[in-house]
């Protein structure tokens, strides 16, 4: 479960995460959505330990992410909007540095990459250095090693950048496969088509607070009753 409880994050005098309030239980697949500038980021920053929010608290699985940040990034796996490798390790070494720092057992480890490399249909490339990778192989190598530790709690920012088709496809299926088996996703995109497709609940964002918060059925609803379609609501609600 994630909890954000009256969370607020300034800059100096500059407001990006307004009093946000928002609860995901285990197993949900929410979207997190607004204009560049919105707070999405950062929020994801704050949920994350790579920001202190100024006031509010975040609770990963059961633990603060202030009071308890290793605890806490134990529960998540996180892939960022742009993807980071270390440019002279090869993918499977990555694999290999990251379950490290996830404090996985060797013998269970050797087992946890070869599944993931087969899941993630990277084994033409993995033994490559990651220097070589495109944009896309990069993104997957990331995303195998966010979800190695087998995390309660998935936090994605722009999951599909970079990606191709089939690559995306894998992500998508895997993320759904997640959360039949409980895991929480919190994905912020811009690609509607994807948040509809995957969510079971959206959020729309602006100015750092909530503007729109509705399970996917309702949002459904709410388009058949109006004739209109998400781009449409989208723009309206945050312009």
Known sequence: MIQLINVTKKFNSILAVDNLSIEVPAGQFMGFLGPNGAGKTTTIKMMTGLYNPTSGKIIINGYDVVKQ??????????????????????????????????????????????????????????????????????????????????????????????????????????????????????????ILSVAEELCQRIVFIKKGRIVFDYAIEELIELKRIHNRKLEDLYLELVG
């Open 69 to 190: 940040p290793i605890e806490a990034k134990l529960n998540i796996g996180y892939v960022p909007d742009q993807p980071y490798l270390y440019d002279k390790l090869t993918g499977r070494e990555y694999l290999y540095f990251c379950g490290g720092l996830y404090k996985i057992p060797q013998e269970d480890l050797d087992i946890m990459v070869d599944e993931i490399i087969k899941i993630f249909e990277i084994e033409e490339w993995i033994d490559k250095r990651t220097e070589s990778y495109s944009q896309g192989m990069a993104q997957r190598v990331v995303f195998a090693a966010a979800l190695l530790h087998n995390p309660k709690i998935i936090i994605i920012d722009e999951p599909m950048v970079g990606l191709d088709p089939k690559s995306a496809n894998i992500i998508k299926n895997i993320l759904k496969e997640k959360c039949k088996n409980g895991s929480t996703v919190f994905m912020s995109t811009h």
